[in-house]
């Protein structure tokens, strides 16, 4: 019988070779891959921001008897004013629903003015005309600039810390009164390794998003 030799030098060499040749592709194609995944996550991030945010600019735009915008220092934000009728769904205490007061004899609809809604972007006080990038929505019963304790506090923040919309970089408004528009702009970015906006990263480490809208309001009648 033959006894089964061992394995010579150059095999195991040989071995090692091609073990440490497929340890090494592997390492390669797992940093690839995560590298994609974090560059995908950023920009989901992003747009997925700026695309929420948009539709709860929108929701109440749309639902709006007349809109302006407002300048504060360096801060634009915008003032919606409001049917008086509506319904709180969600039970924040603020309407998140409107509705029509009445229909004319000829098939028109009408509202009676209720209160003022804003958004702007601010600082963590929430008061309107400080500079930040925290997405504010605020209420107020009269036409003037919403103070801190107008600002919706459960719309800013998901908890105490944790901003709704952490991505927000920027946003504008374009009032067009005679078309009953509102056009706004929203931007947002995020680093691909983490969940927040970039800074003086460069641009391959970082996703961005813009968001442009323009929306009718519908209850103009009054």
Known sequence: MHKRRGMTLVEMALALTLTSLIIGVLAVLYGFTMVRLEHATANFAASDDAFLAANDISDVVSNSYSCTTVTSGSVTGLKCTMPSTGADKDNDGHYDSWTLSSVSRRGYEKVSAGKRVWFYLGDSTGAFGTSG??????????DLNPTASDAITRFAYVTTTRKRYPLISSLSFTVNSSAQTVAYTIAAGSLIRAERTPGTEATNQAYTHTENRTVYWRYWRK
Do not use: H, P
Not at 133 to 142: C, M, N
């Open 133 to 142: 990038t925290i997405l504010w929505k605020a209420e107020r019963s009269d």
